[in-house]
């Protein structure tokens, strides 16, 4: 049990990464289906996209995508300004916990505007996005995104290159990881894909329940593990905030 709560944090767990990467890949195909195919999250898309438009003198197209890029770039530069203000002691709530309720929110907001407000929306889908891969970095004590696959495909396959020359176990193990990730990625995009022709503008509000579920599951987490510094500690569930931040918080 020890080792279990001090390995992991609240967010680390696969069952919330899987989460927050089922709503990221939806994230991903509403912009692209809904909302004149931006992509949300993968901003390199956005960057050529953008520079091939500056090229053929596009302005206005240009404008479409680079909005979405500068709304990304607050995001991250808000998600800290979140963790930097936060302040955990005597509450059972993380910064992450508030990251995720600013993304529900905003999700449910852009899931009732009209086709006329396809730019403010795509600005505000990647607004959330940045928010959350600037906050949930880590997954069972590895880097990782929950908004993009490519880094995790690469970590998935340099793992199992790994576990083939040395055969261990850890090594499989992030690579099944890895892996995963990458599938509940896939099925967030499939399910946004799907619904979109239907839901059309709302379909982005399924990601409501993903995220609220993560919250939940965190919430969960997070109590368990400060009650168990609380009786490592002999200190009030408050104190051991403080006392195993370090421990808790990257």
């Known amino acids: ?38 992509f949300a999250n993968a901003q390199t898309g956005n960057i050529v996209l953008m520079g091939e438009n500056l090229a053929l003198g596009n302005w206005n197209a240009a404008v479409r995508y680079l909005l979405p890029l500068a709304a990304f770039a607050a995001g991250v530069y808000a998600a800290e300004i ?3 203000r936060f302040h955990t002691r005597g509450i059972s709530m993380h910064w ?6 600013v993304e529900i929110i ?6 009732w505007m009209p086709q006329s407000l396809n730019l403010p929306a795509n600005i505000l889908v990647s607004f959330v996005c940045a928010m959350q891969v600037e906050a949930f970095r880590e997954l069972e004590g590895s880097s990782y ?29 992030k690579a099944v990881v890895y892996f995963l990730v990458i599938f509940y990625f896939l099925v967030g995009a499939a399910i946004g894909g799907v619904l979109s022709p239907f ?18 599951l965190m919430l969960r987490i997070r ?12 200190a009030e569930e408050d104190e051991a905030v403080v006392k195993g931040e370090k421990d808790i918080n990257p």
């Open 145 to 173: 995104a929950t908004t993009m696959c490519i880094g995790n495909l690469r970590s998935a396959m340099e793992n199992l290159y790994y576990w083939r020359m040395t055969k261990e176990d850890k090594r499989r193990h």
């Open 106 to 111: 905003i999700l449910f907001l852009v899931g």
């Open 96 to 101: 992450r916990h508030a990251v995720l309720l």
């Open 223 to 234: 109590n368990r593990r400060l009650r168990f510094l609380s009786l490592m500690t002999g």
């Open 82 to 84: 979140i963790h930097s």
């Open 1 to 38: 049990m020890e080792k279990k709560y001090r390995a992991k944090q609240a967010s680390d767990s696969l069952l919330v990464g899987g989460l927050l990467s089922m709503s990221g890949g939806l994230q991903d195909a509403y912009t692209y289906n809904i909302r004149d195919q931006v």
């Open 199 to 216: 839901w059309e503008e709302k379909t982005i509000l399924l990601c409501c329940p993903f995220l609220l579920l993560a919250f939940v």
